[in-house]
């Protein structure tokens, strides 16, 4: 028996704004505001027709009702559940068990920060767990040094491996003109950079840039009488493990392979069927890990998986297709650009970039210290 929430709501519109480098003067909502009007002008909507507002923020206690000020929104369901990075691709599959319930029937899921602008720090509501600040880390490049280096020493997982990762990202970033690193990248580039936390370089490690982004969701009925070709959401789903790095059982494997497993038995697909995947690679072990937690090849396999150019452009897998958080974008939270640029490529979109007859995307979210994972499949209204 099908599940009810599959094929239920579509995304209806994409936007974003100030991705690298936000105008001067720009706050948080600012952006935000720009990437909704664009998303819904995507969609052929406007804020009168949001009657269902989701976000997270580092930057405001009560997100909700910032943005909903400052759009003018006033929704009849408001969700604002932050489980970092992942929170916007979980807010896609609240927003389906809202929309279906009749909950609402127009949903905004929005994001935005300014932390290149704001001097490049972290801007994060996270913090050390306090027996791990006895050890002095550098949140959260230590933590996720920590899952390379393990999964190096337990698989022989290479660092040649995982600066393919960033390469790949780069080459991707290469053919799309917002991306914000678009400079050549080797593998000797990255393994020659800056040593910030073995075995972790500095090219190892996402941008820090502004950039906001925007998603509107709907019923698929409705949808299809939209502006744009709809992205239907064929599956979802979510769970976390831990909070801190140190409470993690395994090192080597993350809550993704629940919530893929989740999403994939909703959309009654497999890995095999995904044509394009956009991964949250806040470093490069995140891909690594995710493609084996998602069932794309085993446990111990990411490293030589990744290798030879496998998930760059005209390689087997395409992988983070507008540059990922490595080269396009990076503002705190990432998870919602995956949303955007799974979109774009169901479209046809994409430009220079365009995976050819994408129909089946994949995009994945993750919180905190791999703590957090969320995974939605979305396809081409014809593939639905």
């Known amino acids: 028996m099908a599940d009810p929430l599959r094929a239920a709501v579509a995304i209806a519109g994409v936007g974003d ?14 952006l935000i ?24 923020s580092a930057y405001y206690g009560m997100p909700n009702l910032n943005v909903g000020e400052y759009l ?5 369901f408001s969700d604002s559940t ?30 935005g920060s300014t932390q290149r602008s704001d001097g490049g720090r972290l801007k994060s509501v996270a913090e050390a767990f306090p027996d791990e600040q006895l050890y002095a880390p550098r949140y959260p490049i230590t933590q996720y040094a920590l899952a390379a280096a393990r999964h190096m020493h337990e698989f022989g997982t290479t660092r040649e491996q995982l600066a393919e990762v960033a390469v790949a990202a780069r080459a991707w970033a290469r053919l799309n003109p917002d991306a914000f690193a678009r400079d050549e ?3 000797d580039d990255v393994l020659g950079s800056r040593m910030l936390c073995d075995p972790l370089t500095v090219r190892d490690c996402c941008l820090v840039t502004d950039g906001a982004g925007a998603v509107v969701v709907t019923s698929t009925e409705r949808a299809r009488t939209l502006r744009r070709p709809p992205a239907v959401v064929l599956g979802f789903g979510e769970a976390h493990w831990h909070r801190n790095i140190s409470q993690m059982a395994d090192l080597t494997v993350t809550a993704a392979t629940d919530s893929g497993a989740r999403a994939f038995a909703m959309a009654g697909l497999g890995p095999a069927d995904v044509d394009v995947l956009q991964l949250y690679d806040a470093f490069t072990i995140n891909p690594i890990l995710f493609l084996e937690d998602l069932g794309f090849c ?7 998986f990744v290798a030879g150019g496998r998930i760059a452009p005209g390689g ?24 955007i640029e799974a979109t774009r490529q169901l479209r046809g979109e994409a430009g220079d970039r365009q995976v050819p007859d994408a129909q089946v995307a994949l995009a994945h979210g993750n919180g905190a210290v791999l703590s957090a994972q969320s995974t939605v499949l979305l396809a081409a209204d014809a593939a639905a």
Do not use: W
Request: hydrophobic fraction near 40%.
């Open 33 to 56: 505001g720009t990437a909704t009007v664009a998303a819904l002008a995507d969609a052929g909507l406007t804020t009168r027709d949001v009657d269902g507002l989701f976000t997270a």
């Open 316 to 339: 087997a897998l395409p992988v983070n297709t507008n540059g990922g958080g490595l080269s396009y974008c990076h503002p705190g939270m990432y998870g919602i650009f995956t949303l």
């Open 298 to 304: 085993a446990k111990g396999e990411g490293g030589p």
């Open 72 to 76: 003018g929104i006033r929704p009849r």
């Open 82 to 111: 932050n489980l970092g990075g992942a929170s916007f691709l979980s807010h896609v599959g609240h927003a389906a068990a809202a929309i279906t319930a009749g909950l609402c029937e127009v949903a905004l899921i929005v994001y």
């Open 185 to 187: 990248l080797s593998i």
């Open 17 to 30: 704004a100030g991705i690298g480098e936000a105008p001067p003067g720009s706050r948080p909502l600012d």
